[in-house]
């Protein structure tokens, strides 16, 4: 198959009703060779309407593609439990180890809800993903990431709902309701059918693939999203804003003219209550950051202080996809803040963690 580039890739969508050849033992760099873009995969099943997921929405989180691999392999010599529809994304990124090219838009900020990305050729090849889901009344839809920062593993929901929370009880023992971001993925399909966003950690992890495919085995057997209850075990936390690096401030000590240096071990403190007075390091700008709310404004006052050139919290707070790797800063983030909706049991609370009091 000829290689090629990001922009001729995203030209056009694959429609398969069967497995390419090679996609079952090729690595998400390698898979160029196999798929010339974004592919949809449509499979029978024994019964029911069809299980969405979708992997490789960002080119280096390969835990979706490999959990994909792993069903596939599974059900090879007998039939799959119902329809399953597979969306395998940024292939040309993969390529390069990249969430996504420059000269591309990001995956999961161009489903339909976009705002900024609306004419893209990214935003036209999800459109017809979506219709295509919603047209054949998808039992559900499950989109796989990773973290590129030390994260346990959670679900991300946009509604409270049974059937959603139910979803994602059956991944992890916590999720994140996020209502922010119009044009991911699983806000597009929200209110639609069941949606989840999973987040696996970090990629290249065995364990973590694994934790993948046992969700999307669980989901192809299930009769039913109602069959019980997520009840009390499902610990619910709300993102009240994210947490951005100003695009006029260098991510290295002592550049000009303003320049932040973060703590090195940042995001070790995932999912933790970080305490008042926490330090995220040390800027030549009094502030560095832009936190922008679920309403779209910048309330970083509310949530950081300048002190002697430290950015400080001012408030208790618990983080989540905190990361150090500048190029994912830019691209997407430094990371969400959030509070909790609904406490860990006894003994299982984030731990606290920083300087100062509550």
Known sequence: ???L???QQMTTLTVTSSIPDGLLDTSARELHHVLNGPTLIELEGERGAPLF???LMHGNEDSGLVAIQKVLRKFASRSLPRPLMILIGNVAAAQQGMRRLEDQADFNRVWPGSVDHQRS???RIMA???????????FAAVDIHNNSGRNPHYGVICVEDEEVMMLASLFAPRAVLFRGLPGTQTASFSGLIPALTIECGQSGEEANAQAAARLVESVLSLRSLKARSAGETLTLFHT???VRVRSDVALCRDSTPSWLSLEDDLDLHNFERLKRRFSFGESNHPMPFEVINESGQDVAAEFFEFDAGSLKLTRPIVPAMLTTQERIIRQDCLCYFMEELRPEPTGQEPRDRGAGQD
């Open 121 to 123: 050729d990214e935003a």
């Open 5 to 7: 580039t990001g922009a």
């Open 1 to 3: 198959m000829a290689e």
């Open 240 to 242: 009240l804003a994210q």
């Open 128 to 138: 017809r993903v979506h219709r295509r889901v919603i047209e054949r009344e998808a």
């Open 53 to 55: 997921v979708s992997g």
